[in-house]
């Protein structure tokens, strides 16, 4: 098959490229420093004849609230265009746990209007929940971060390795569109700030990780199980200090 796979030379779409080379598929990588420019349209017509499926794993440069709601949309619906001319019979998008739950955060609510255009368009398609990256710790850490302390909720937090995530992408990308959802979150289940007490140690990290009910994560507080799948997820293999072990390597 051929997979344009949108977002190909980030974190998750580097990988998905990866794993379906791995398996003979012909797997393109599109973004802008090859060329493809989903807010644009530069590209996309070229990248997409002869696709059997696209894979959307793109993100937005900014997490600001409009700027990301604008990515997300106009990207979208730049592709969705683009996927129809060339007879595109599979669009698989990347999104995040709890985003239907928490339509009063930005970065959620973006990418809630950007699985409705996906829905909303003839074309077949596959949704993909993940739950927050082990790759994205220590932003989110930095980000949480006043003075020397790490401020973070003590909500539940079950986060997923990369490669995990990009393996159920690829899976679904060659498969048949389910024109559903399916959610993937990591084998364990911590408590937020404790996970990120526990990392902090890891990384020998001297900040102070400080359990504050009222800290932010994408500029709201989240509810106790904001973050984590409800039920019927999969779940990945790699435990945290495995892919840990891993990194560090």
């Not at 977002?7 to 393109?28: P, R």
């Not at 539940?156 to 389910?178: C, E, N």
């Amino acid at each position: 098959m051929k997979i344009v796979v949108i977002g190909g030379t980030g974190l998750i779409g580097s990988k998905v490229v990866g794993k379906l080379g791995e398996h003979g598929h012909e797997a393109v990588a599109a973004a802008p420093n090859t060329g493809v420019n989903t807010l644009t349209g530069e590209g996309l017509a070229e990248v997409m004849k002869g696709a059997d499926a696209v894979v959307d794993v793109s993100n937005s440069p900014s997490f600001e609230d409009a700027a990301v709601l604008d990515f997300f949309t106009t990207s979208t619906r730049n592709l969705l265009a683009a996927e129809q001319e060339a007879g595109v019979g599979h669009h698989v998008v990347l999104s995040v746990v709890g985003s239907d739950r928490r339509p009063d955060i930005g970065y959620f609510r973006a990418k809630i209007a950007q699985e409705q255009l996906v829905k909303e368009s003839p074309i077949p398609f596959s949704i993909v929940h993940a739950t927050q990256f082990y790759e994205f710790g220590r932003r989110i850490a930095d980000e949480a971060t006043t003075g020397n302390e790490v401020h973070i909720a003590p909500v539940a937090f079950q986060p997923v390795a990369g490669d995990d995530v990009a393996q159920l992408v690829g899976r679904t990308a060659v498969g048949t569109p389910s024109n559903a959802m399916v959610e993937i979150a990591g084998p364990t289940r911590y408590r937020m700030d404790e996970f990120f007490r526990r990392a902090l140690a890891a990384w020998g990290d001297p900040r102070e990780v400080v359990t504050d009910s009222q800290a932010h994560y994408f500029g709201a507080v989240p509810d106790e199980l904001t973050l984590v799948p409800v039920d019927g997820a999969i779940l990945a293999e790699i435990t945290y200090k495995d892919w840990l072990k891993q990194a560090t390597v």
